[in-house]
C-alpha cells in the first residue's frame, strides 16, 4: 500500500469538519478533501469569517485558518474528491428510522448506501474506505459487497473509524485522542490499509494509543462506549430522584462514590438528561440489534436507559409547573441556554426542546438566551417534534441575544445548558427584574444554591 497523499472525507459535519481539519493540520504531506452535498454548508465552511463556520468548537476555527487552503479544501465536487484519493472517510448521518422495519430504533444506512455507491462508480483505482459514521455491526460487509459489484475491477478495502469525539472538547480530544480505534480484515491486503490509516494517526499520536480488531469489534466498541456513558447519566439521574425522596444531595452521593477507583467521577453530574446526536440514536440501535438476535433481557436492560432520560425530562418539566401553582399559560418562562451542551451549538436531542414542548403544551410563553444558537434553529428543533403546528409554536417561543431582556420579568429561569457564562450573570439585577416568587430551576446543577437563596431566590436544583 502506498504511503497516503490524498484523503477524500464525505460529509461536513460535526465529525467529519473537525477531524479532517485536525489531520490536515498534523499532516501537511497530506491533501485533505471535506466535500458535501449541501452546498450551504461548504460555503460557511469557506467563509472568511473564522467566527462564523457551520460547527463550534473550543479550537476548530484557528486550525482552520491555519490549514484551509494550504492542504485543506472543502468542495461540492464530490467526484473528484473521490477519483482523486486514496483514502476515502464516509462520515454521513445515520438517523434513526422513522419508517418501515425498524422504526423509531434501528439506525438509517442510506447516506451510507448512496456514498459508496457514487464511491463504486466514479473509483477508477484501488481505494481504502473508511467508516467514520457511527454504524451497526456488520455495516461494512454491505459497504464491501456494493463495492465488489460495480465490475470496474477496482480493489477495495473497508476500514471501520469510529470516532468518540465528545462535542464542546472535539478539537481537544483529537489532538490528544485517548485512544484511536481501527478495524479491518486479516488478511495481507487488510492489514495493510489498516497500517495506512495507522500511519496517518500517527503523525500526532503514540501509536501505543492506535488500537487495531477486526471490523465488528470495531463497529460495536462504539455503541457500547455510547451506551456505557448514557447508562451512567440515568444512573445518576434515577439516583437524583430518590435523593429528592430522602432529603439526599445526590452531588455529594456522586463525589462520595466517583472517589471509588473502581467507579471514577466522570458522568456522575445529574441532570436534566443527556443529548446529542449519538447517545439515543445509538442506544435504539443497540437495542434494535439485540432483538433482532432474540437477546429480549439484553434490550431491555438498555432500553431502560432511554426511558429513564425521558422520565428526567418529564419530572423535570412538571416539576416548574406545580412550583408555579398548576399554571404556566401565559407565564414567561426563561430559558438559559439550547445547545444539548455547552461549547457547542448543535441541539440535537436537547433536553431543551423536550422540556419547552411540555411547557408549551401548557401554554407557556418561553424566551431563550444560548450564545450560540440562533431563533431559527430553536423553531426547527420543535417543528421536527411534530407536537403541534409550526405557528403555534413560534407563537410561544420567543429568543434573544441579551441575557438579562430574556430573564426581565419572568415568572421562573430553567438552566438548561452548562454554560459558564450563566455562572458570572449579575443575579442580583436579575432577582430585582422578576416576578415574585422568584424562581431558578437548575437543570444541570451550575449554580451556587447558598448564593442564589441568600438573594432570595427559591432554588431547585436536580436531587438536591
Not at 36 to 43: C, L, P, V
Not at 64 to 93: C, H, P
Not at 301 to 324: C, D, G, P
Not at 447 to 464: K, T
Amino acid at each position: 500500500m502506498k504511503k497516503i497523499s490524498k484523503i477524500c472525507c464525505i460529509g461536513a459535519g460535526y465529525v467529519g469538519g473537525p477531524t479532517m481539519a485536525v489531520i490536515a493540520a498534523k499532516c501537511p504531506d497530506i491533501t485533505v478533501t471535506v466535500v458535501d452535498i449541501n452546498e450551504q454548508r461548504i460555503a460557511a465552511w469557506n467563509t472568511e469569517k473564522l467566527d462564523q463556520l457551520p460547527i463550534y468548537e473550543p479550537g476548530l476555527a484557528e486550525i482552520v485558518g491555519e490549514a484551509r487552503g494550504k492542504n485543506l479544501f472543502f468542495s461540492t465536487d464530490i467526484e473528484r474528491a473521490i477519483d482523486e484519493a486514496q483514502l476515502i472517510f464516509i462520515s454521513v448521518n445515520t438517523p434513526t428510522k422513522t419508517y418501515g422495519i425498524g422504526k423509531g430504533m434501528a439506525a438509517n444506512i442510506r447516506y451510507i448506501e448512496s456514498c459508496t455507491r457514487t464511491i463504486a462508480r466514479v473509483a477508477k483505482d484501488d481505494k481504502i474506505v473508511v467508516e467514520k459514521s457511527t454504524v451497526p455491526v456488520r455495516t461494512a460487509a454491505t459497504v464491501k459487497a456494493i463495492l465488489e459489484h460495480t465490475g470496474n475491477q477496482v480493489k477495495f478495502n473497508v476500514l471501520s473509524n469510529p470516532e468518540f469525539l465528545a462535542e464542546g472538547t472535539a478539537v481537544r480530544d483529537l489532538l490528544n485522542a485517548d485512544r484511536v480505534l481501527i478495524g479491518g480484515d486479516s488478511d495481507p491486503d487488510g492489514q495493510a490499509a489498516i497500517a495506512a490509516l495507522v500511519d496517518v494517526y500517527a503523525h500526532w499520536l503514540p501509536r501505543e494509543r492506535i488500537l487495531t480488531t477486526n471490523v465488528w469489534s470495531s463497529e460495536l466498541s462504539k455503541l457500547a462506549a455510547n451506551a456505557f456513558l448514557a447508562q451512567r447519566v440515568s444512573s445518576i439521574n434515577a439516583m437524583s430522584e430518590l435523593c429528592e425522596a430522602t432529603n439526599a444531595d445526590v452531588r455529594e452521593v456522586a463525589r462520595a462514590i466517583g472517589m471509588d477507583s473502581r467507579i471514577g467521577a466522570k458522568f456522575l453530574q445529574a441532570s436534566v438528561g443527556f443529548g446529542g446526536s449519538c447517545f439515543q440514536k445509538d442506544i435504539l440501535n443497540l437495542v434494535y440489534i439485540a432483538r433482532h438476535y432474540g437477546l429480549r433481557e439484553v434490550a431491555d436492560y438498555w432500553e431502560q436507559v432511554i426511558r429513564i432520560n425521558a422520565h428526567q425530562r418529564e419530572r423535570f418539566a412538571k416539576r416548574m409547573v406545580t412550583s408555579l401553582f398548576n399554571n404556566v399559560s401565559d407565564k414567561k418562562i426563561a430559558f438559559l441556554g439550547w445547545a444539548f451542551k455547552k461549547d457547542t451549538n448543535d441541539t440535537r436531542e436537547s433536553s431543551a426542546i423536550y422540556v419547552a414542548d411540555f411547557l408549551i403544551r401548557e401554554r407557556a410563553q418561553i424566551h431563550v438566551y444560548d450564545p450560540k444558537v440562533s431563533l431559527d434553529q430553536m423553531r426547527q428543533d420543535l417543528r421536527e417534534l411534530g407536537s403541534r403546528p409550526a405557528d403555534v409554536n413560534d407563537q410561544h417561543l420567543f429568543a434573544s441575544s441579551d441575557p438579562y431582556e430574556v430573564l426581565n420579568g419572568a415568572h421562573a429561569i430553567a438552566v438548561m445548558t452548562e454554560w459558564d457564562e450563566f455562572k458570572t450573570l449579575d443575579w442580583p439585577r436579575i432577582h430585582k427584574d422578576m416576578e415574585k416568587p422568584p424562581f431558578v430551576f437548575d437543570g444541570r446543577n451550575v449554580l451556587e444554591r447558598r448564593e442564589l437563596e441568600a438573594i432570595g431566590f427559591q432554588y431547585s436544583g436536580i436531587g438536591a
